[in-house]
Nanobody, 116 residues
Framework: VQLQASGGGLVQPGGSLRLSCAAS????????MYWVRQAPGKEFELIST????????AHAASYKGRFTTTRDNAQNILYLQMSSLKSKDTADYYC??????????RGPGTLVTVSS
């Protein structure tokens, strides 16, 4: 299983970023997918979940109206469009098919830093 998140970087408060996650080695198009993040010194936090066909996406309360999750099953890519970013959004961001399981497979993640 390979999960390669990308698109992170330094952004000013109020700015936007789009993260991508290229997946391989498992049946991506048949898998629920999740974006999660881990802020420095904190536990993993669920951001969003999206159904295998992409029709249903849900976001945790902190992200509703700011973040949008989509997927491209033809390319095996998961996306996270982030807007109105805040300093508290600074974290490493990961995609995973395993939220809530004993072992959460994930790649190296992509760092988002929100700072002026």
């Amino acid at each position: 299983v390979q999960l390669q998140a990308s698109g992170g970087g330094l952004v000013q408060p109020g700015g936007s970023l789009r993260l991508s996650c290229a997946a391989s080695g498992f049946p991506f198009s048949r898998s629920w997918m999740y974006w999660v993040r881990q802020a420095p010194g904190k536990e993993f936090e669920l951001i969003s979940t999206i159904s295998p066909d992409g029709r249903d996406a849900a976001h945790a309360a902190s992200y509703k109206g700011r973040f949008t999750t989509t997927r491209d099953n033809a390319q095996n890519i998961l996306y996270l469009q982030m807007s109105s970013l805040k300093s508290k959004d600074t974290a490493d961001y990961y995609c995973t098919p395993d939220w809530g399981r004993t072992t959460m497979r994930r790649g190296p993640g992509t760092l988002v830093t929100v700072s002026s």
